[in-house]
């Protein structure tokens, strides 16, 4: 079975503090994902990643980094966390095989910046 | 721009039959993925369809025709744990997923 395991389950923070959100997968996939999902809307990604040190930006980076230095482990940081952070972070990973990629999620953070 | 529709919630009987829709307008089409998520809880993997037709399996079906940019999720034989909300996701010549708001769906004894 594919594990992905995410730091917090629910994480309450300050305006301004810098936020560390860490997702790992044991499954040796390539590919990470960051999404938020807010009530009412599709699930959007943040930022991704198909290798060990590279990163591409998603549809909403703006406000976001990410780091992956190893294969296993994707991590996401609010540089300055603002209210509008507020949200329901999900991690995934997957690998392509032919033409299906088929994403594995972690539990998902809850993050509450007051 | 590309956009993923499905109704927002729906209501059904325990024991009865629902059909939750998705049509899509996307850049290329690389499959079709359903999700379900239960509340508080991360997506799970429930179907993928590539090809025209449709895929059983178990209470689940999931239907596509690609010339018409729909599908469907079928869910037969009711269970209270089946509400949840149902996520339509297709991948884009890109391999991005695009990601449909998803359908709540409720039901009732």
């Known amino acids: 079975d594919v594990k992905v395991t995410q730091s917090s389950r629910y994480l309450v923070k300050r305006t301004g503090e810098k936020v560390f959100l860490e997702c790992v997968q044991d499954?040796?996939?390539?590919?990470m994902f960051w999404y938020r999902q807010d009530p009412g809307l599709g699930l959007r990604l943040i930022y991704f990643?198909?290798?060990?040190?590279?990163?591409e930006k998603g549809d909403i980076p703006e406000g976001y980094s990410v780091s992956r230095e190893k294969k296993e482990r994707f991590s996401l940081i609010l540089e300055s966390a603002s209210t509008n952070q507020t949200s329901m972070y999900l991690c995934?990973?997957?690998?392509?095989?032919?033409?299906?990629?088929?994403?594995?999620f972690g539990p998902g953070t809850r993050l509450t910046v007051l | 721009g590309q956009n993923i529709d499905q109704p927002t919630e729906m209501t059904a009987t325990e024991g009865a039959i629902v059909q939750i829709n998705c049509t899509y307008q996307t850049s290329g089409f690389n499959g079709l993925f359903w999700y379900q998520q239960h509340a508080g809880e991360a997506p799970t993997f429930l179907s993928y369809n590539v090809l025209d037709g449709l895929e059983e399996k178990g209470r689940f079906s999931s239907f596509l025709s690609r010339s018409k940019g729909y599908s469907y999720l079928l869910l037969k034989e009711l269970q209270m744990k089946d509400s949840a909300s149902y996520l339509c996701?297709?991948?884009?010549?890109?391999?991005?997923?695009?990601w449909g708001a998803g359908t709540k769906l409720i039901i009732k004894p």
């Open positions: 996701a297709v991948m884009d010549s890109n391999y991005q997923l695009i």
């Open positions: 995934a990973s997957s690998f392509r095989q032919g033409h299906t990629d088929t994403q594995y």
């Open positions: 990643s198909y290798d060990v040190k590279m990163k």
């Open positions: 499954m040796d996939h390539e590919n």
